[in-house]
């Protein structure tokens, strides 16, 4: 896959991945801005909205027969975090031209479609529809209140609330229920067109479409907005960590206890020389079933119903889940914290290295069997301020050394330990 990208204006950019491996075009248009307090459920909103209709199709019936008319063109909301930013957009999939039956041109009709929902959406007295802000706010209310039902899922959330409250990171990307269920329709359009007119913008299309032609359509398409703004992207604060290990507790009404260990990787993070290091040594702590994690803790010791770790490399932080009976608690925790000695005293046969470095290639090798997955690795190159192809990356992975795993794994420092227990449990913050 040829992957490039063009800026079309200063803060605006195109990234163009051909390939003729999909059945299937792909095309998202994406506003990169920071984490805050004031718009991230604004920012989460907006792109429902817009999604619920325009001026030429105003309502659902409207939209699904014009999405009919090129062959199931499907348009959904994306709402993204890549460390302390916000990615905000919509997502287009689109049968490869090939595939059509009259050979009639798709691409220039679905980006009109989807530039149609971006810009000219439903306005009235200078602000949203009243109705449409009205249920999709109470639809991502839901969904943001709707986390708690999946207990594993939560606990990792509320480990990050909890770990990073002081920082951009801990935001929820959706924003705040309340927020949502109460938004202004006026200040949900000033903020929808603070984001047309100052954030960073980045369009994607991935398909066998020439790139002149792509270029073409995007530039026509939403020429209204090809307007210069600010071309940086907001940065990620990336915290070393090293101070004293906070410990929560929250009692519910669970049968099974969830406990969840949020880690610094002290500096290491997107670009870092031992960044391909750290993910070969989270590959084998705790990032797949032939894991220290899995085997020892899970299997051996039979102490967590699962157990499994994951690294955020913008932010830096690697987390720790897992499931376990409340009486087993401090035994989970002692032995999750022993298996990472380990890895830092390099405590790991070369059979354990070269399954993880296997592992680390292969998960990256599949990448780009999904048009999904590969636009949003590239989305996060652009918010990390680099520029590196998965051939590149799976290079420096089968590179790695015994030696650099447990370098990097000695940066690995504890910082939160979050525990969600029964009612009755005990108390371990």
Same mark, same amino acid.
């Given at each position: 896959?040829?992957?490039? %990208?063009?800026?079309?204006?200063?803060?605006?950019?195109?990234?163009l991945?051909?390939?003729?491996q999909?059945?299937?075009?792909?095309?998202?248009?994406?506003?990169?801005?920071?984490?805050? *307090?004031e718009?991230?459920t604004?920012?989460a909103?907006?792109?429902?909205?817009?999604?619920?209709?325009?001026?030429?199709?105003p309502d659902?019936q409207?939209?699904?027969?014009?999405?009919?008319?090129?062959y199931?063109?499907?348009?959904?909301?994306?709402?993204?975090?890549?460390?302390?930013?916000?990615?905000?957009?919509l997502?287009?999939?689109?049968?490869?031209?090939?595939?059509?039956?009259?050979g009639?041109?798709?691409?220039?009709?679905?980006?009109?479609?989807?530039?149609?929902?971006?810009?000219?959406?439903?306005?009235?007295?200078?602000?949203?529809?009243p109705?449409?802000?009205?249920?999709?706010?109470a639809?991502l209310?839901?969904?943001?209140r709707g986390?708690?039902?999946?207990?594993?899922?939560?606990?990792?959330? *509320?480990?990050?609330?909890?770990?990073?409250?002081?920082?951009a990171?801990?935001l929820?990307?959706?924003?705040?229920?309340a927020?949502? %269920?109460?938004?202004?329709?006026?200040?949900?359009?000033r903020r929808?067109?603070?984001?047309l007119?100052?954030?960073r913008?980045?369009f994607?299309?991935?398909? $066998?479409?020439?790139?002149?032609?792509?270029e073409a $359509?995007?530039?026509?398409?939403?020429?209204?907005?090809?307007? @210069?703004?600010?071309?940086?992207?907001?940065?990620?604060?990336?915290?070393?960590?090293g101070?004293?290990?906070r410990?929560?507790?929250?009692?519910?009404?669970v049968t099974?206890?969830?406990?969840?260990?949020?880690?610094?990787?002290?500096?290491?993070?997107?670009?870092? @020389?031992l960044?391909? $290091?750290?993910t070969v040594?989270?590959?084998?702590?705790g990032?797949?079933?032939?894991?220290?994690l899995?085997?020892?803790?899970r299997?051996?010791?039979?102490?967590c119903?699962y157990a499994?770790?994951?690294?955020?490399k913008?932010?830096?932080?690697m987390?720790?889940?897992?499931g376990?009976e409340?009486?087993?608690?401090?035994?989970?925790?002692e032995?999750i914290l022993?298996?990472?000695? $380990?890895?830092?005293?390099?405590?790991?046969?070369?059979e354990e290295?070269?399954?993880?470095?296997?592992s680390?290639v292969?998960?990256?090798?599949?990448?780009?069997?999904?048009?999904?997955?590969?636009?949003?690795?590239?989305?996060?190159?652009?918010?990390?301020?680099t520029?590196?192809? @998965?051939?590149s990356?799976m290079e420096?992975?089968?590179?790695?050394?015994?030696?650099q795993?447990?370098e990097?794994?000695?940066?690995?420092?504890?910082?939160?330990?979050y525990?969600?227990?029964?009612?009755e449990?005990e108390?371990?913050?």
């Open positions: 896959m040829n992957v490039v %990208e063009k800026q079309l204006v200063p803060g605006i950019s195109l990234i991945a051909g390939t003729d999909f059945k299937t075009d792909l095309f998202s248009v994406t506003f990169v801005t920071p984490m805050a *307090r718009t991230v604004a920012n909103l907006v792109m429902d909205v817009l999604n619920r209709g325009s001026r030429q199709y659902i409207s939209l699904s027969a014009a999405q009919d008319e090129l199931g063109l499907t348009v959904t909301p994306a709402v993204r975090q890549k460390g302390e930013i916000q990615c905000v957009g997502r287009a999939g689109l049968i490869d031209e090939g595939f059509a039956l009259d009639a041109p798709l691409l220039e009709p679905a980006l009109d479609f989807v530039a149609q929902l971006l810009l000219d959406p439903l306005v009235e007295n200078g602000a949203f529809l109705d449409y802000v009205a249920g999709e706010g639809n209310a839901d969904h943001i986390r708690i039902n999946d207990k594993r899922t939560y606990a990792s959330h *509320r480990l990050i609330q909890l770990m990073c409250g002081e920082e990171y801990g929820d990307k959706y924003g705040f229920a927020e949502a %269920e109460g938004m202004d329709p006026g200040a949900l359009f929808y067109r603070a984001l007119e100052e954030a913008v980045v994607y299309y991935s398909g $066998a479409c020439a790139p002149e032609r792509v $359509a995007v530039r026509r398409a939403f020429a209204p907005m090809l307007t @210069p703004r600010a071309g940086d992207v907001p940065a990620t604060a990336v915290v070393a960590g101070g004293e290990v410990t929560w507790t929250d009692r519910m009404d099974q206890g969830k406990l969840a260990l949020g880690f610094r990787t002290g500096g290491i993070a997107a670009g870092h @020389p960044s391909a $290091a750290l040594a989270n590959i084998m702590y990032g797949s079933s032939n894991s220290k899995f085997l020892n803790v299997e051996r010791l039979s102490l119903y499994s770790s994951g690294l955020d913008l932010k830096g932080l987390m720790v889940s897992s376990v409340f009486s087993q608690f401090q035994r989970a925790r032995e022993a298996q990472l000695k $380990a890895m830092q005293e390099g405590d790991f046969t070369p290295l070269r399954v993880g470095k296997q680390a292969s998960a990256w090798r599949s990448l780009q069997d999904s048009q999904g997955r590969t636009e949003d690795y590239w989305l996060g190159q652009v918010c990390a301020g520029w590196e192809a @998965p051939e990356v420096k992975l089968e590179a790695v050394t015994a030696r795993v447990a990097a794994a000695r940066q690995v420092r504890l910082d939160t330990v525990y969600l227990t029964g009612e449990g108390d371990h913050g």
